[in-house]
C-alpha cells in the first residue's frame, strides 16, 4: 500500500497545496478524541493502544530545536484560527509515527486476553531482530517538514524524506510489520497510506460559517515558514509506545525499540 518514493514526494507536494486545502476542508469533522464535559473543559478521551514512533519530544534531545520550531509554527497558525476550532496537543507529545498498530475498539476487544500485550511486544521484537541488517546504517533516517497537512479531524505538519534511503529504510520497517501473518493475527493491519507527519492537534467546534477560503489562505501562508527554515528530525530510533488518549505515549525500558544506526 506505501508508495514508491517518487509517488511519495509527488503526493506529498500535492497536499501542501491551496487547491489541496480547498478541497480537504471541506470536509473537517469533530474529532471523537476530545470531548467537552459538563463544565465546558476540553478532555482527552480514552482512546488506547500501542503504536510504533520516533521518540517523543521530551525524550528527544536531539531534535529539540527541530520540535521548537515546529511548535514555533503551531502556535502562530492556531493564534489565527477560530476560538475553539482546534484542540491543541501537548507539544511533549509530538512525534513522527512509524506505523500505527492497533487503537481503540480493536485493541479493547482483543486485550480481554491478558498475554496479548506480551505477544504484540514479542513479535515485534522478533520482526526487529530480523529486519534490522536491512535497514541500519551509519546514521540514522531523517525528515524534512514540508508544511501544514489538513486531515479530515486534525492538523499536522508533513515530512518528506532527505534522501531516497531514509524512505526505503523506513517503509521497509512497515512492511516488515504490515505483511507479517503473526501480526495479522494480533490485530494488526495497514488501514492507511504512509503520510510521514506530525500531530499538532484535532478539530473541535466546526462553525456552519467557517470561512473556509479564508483558511486556506492562512496556512498557505504560514507554510513559507517551512519553505525559508529547514526543520529536520534526525531520527536514530523507532519505539514501540502505549497510549491511553492522544495525548502521551508511554514505555518501558525493556519494551523493542529498533535501532536505525550502527553501533
Known amino acids: 500500500m506505501d508508495d514508491s518514493y517518487q509517488a511519495y514526494l509527488e503526493r506529498l507536494s500535492k497536499m501542501v497545496q491551496p487547491d489541496s486545502y480547498h478541497s480537504t476542508l471541506q470536509y473537517l469533522c469533530k474529532s471523537p478524541k476530545f470531548a467537552r464535559t459538563a463544565d465546558g473543559v476540553v478532555r ?24 521548537d520550531a515546529i511548535q514555533a509554527a503551531s502556535d502562530a497558525l492556531a493564534s489565527q484560527l477560530p476560538e475553539g476550532l482546534l484542540i ?15 487503537w481503540d475498539s480493536a485493541y479493547r476487544d482483543l486485550s480481554f486476553d491478558p498475554a496479548y500485550d506480551a505477544k504484540l511486544r514479542d513479535r515485534l521484537t522478533t520482526l526487529f531482530t530480523d529486519v534490522k541488517p536491512q535497514v541500519i546504517g551509519p546514521t540514522g533516517v531523517s525528515w524534512q517538514v514540508l508544511g501544514f497537512v489538513v486531515m479530515p479531524r486534525a ?6 524524506p532527505t534522501d531516497e534511503a531514509s524512505y526505503r529504510r523506513t517503509v521497509r520497517v512497515r512492511r516488515s510489520i504490515y505483511q507479517d501473518s503473526a501480526m495479522m493475527g ?17 478539530f473541535g ?41 492522544m495525548t502521551a505515549y508511554t514505555r518501558e525500558p525493556e519494551w523493542p525499540v529498533l535501532n536505525w544506526v550502527a553501533s
Open 44 to 67: 482527552a478521551v480514552a482512546f488506547p493502544g500501542y503504536t510504533l514512533i520516533s521518540p517523543t519530544s521530551e525524550d528527544d534531545t536531539v531534535n529539540a530545536s527541530a520540535y
Open 186 to 202: 494480533l490485530g494488526i493491519d495497514q488501514q492507511y497510506h504512509f503520510t510521514a507527519h506530525v500531530t499538532l492537534g484535532y
Open 88 to 102: 491543541g496537543l501537548p507539544p511533549t507529545s509530538y512525534h513522527m509515527t512509524i506505523a500505527d498498530l492497533i
Open 155 to 160: 492538523i499536522g505538519v508533513c515530512l518528506i
Open 205 to 245: 467546534d466546526i462553525s456552519a460559517n467557517l470561512d473556509r477560503a479564508a483558511l486556506a489562505k492562512t496556512l498557505s501562508k504560514a507554510n513559507q515558514y517551512f519553505a525559508q527554515n529547514d526543520v529536520i528530525l534526525s531520527l536514530d530510533r523507532a519505539e514501540l509506545r502505549r497510549f491511553e488518549d
